[in-house]
């Protein structure tokens, strides 16, 4: 079936960037959108940002400006581009693909000084 492989993850100063990608086998990708959904120890996983097959994109009012989500259908990827970090951002990153519910194993982002 589909797997969903995150990647990118790391330690980051405020301020820095990173960027994540999400990369799928065994489909063709492109029928589907995406998200980057997130989740902090304690707290709830939530949707940080989110594209279409199209290439229509959404994202959470605390990221807005900061990050951009993209893909590229060709190489069945995800990204994320994160920019000007902050603490709050430190969660684990997971990919996920929708209508089929398929998610990622999820990358750690962790921002500190």
């Known amino acids: 079936q589909v797997q969903l492989v995150e990647s990118g993850g790391g330690l980051v100063q405020p301020g820095g960037s990173l960027r994540l990608s999400c990369t799928a086998s065994?489909?063709?990708?492109?029928?589907?959108?995406m998200d980057w959904y997130r989740q902090a120890p304690g707290k709830q996983r939530e949707l940080v940002a989110g594209?279409?097959?199209?290439?229509?994109?959404n994202y959470a009012d605390s990221v807005k400006g900061r990050f951009t989500i993209s893909r590229e259908n060709a190489k069945r990827t995800l990204y994320l581009q994160m920019n000007r970090l902050q603490p709050e951002d430190t969660a684990v990153y997971y990919c996920h693909m929708s209508t089929t519910n398929y998610w990622g194993q999820g990358t750690q982002v962790t921002v500190s000084s």
């Open positions: 065994g489909s063709s990708f492109s029928p589907y959108a």
């Open positions: 594209i279409t097959q199209f290439g229509r994109t």
